[in-house]
């Protein structure tokens, strides 16, 4: 049976840690960690290590994908035309 499997975002919840803590723990800049927590930026294999290692579990136990779906950033920042 595979791991379970939990975004960034909920490890912060689950261990009551804010992003401010994990940048401090893992020494990424403070703006690169809180786009990998909201899901907008796909950590480097180096910086997943950091912070799986931060939050002590297991790299594959951490969901690593884009969780944010730009075209729906920009449909509802600019509105979508009925046309289309």
Do not use: C
């Amino acid at each position: 049976m595979p791991p379970r499997v939990a975004t960034v975002d909920l490890l912060l919840d689950q261990q009551q840690m804010t992003v401010d803590d994990l940048s401090e723990q893992t020494g990424l800049p403070l703006n690169r960690t809180e786009a990998i927590a909201l899901g907008r930026w796909t950590p480097a294999p180096a910086e997943r290590k950091k912070i799986a290692a931060a939050f002590g579990v297991e790299i594959d136990t951490i969901s690593w994908g884009h969780t944010l779906d730009p075209r729906n950033v920009r449909y509802r920042q600019f509105g979508l035309q009925e046309e289309i």
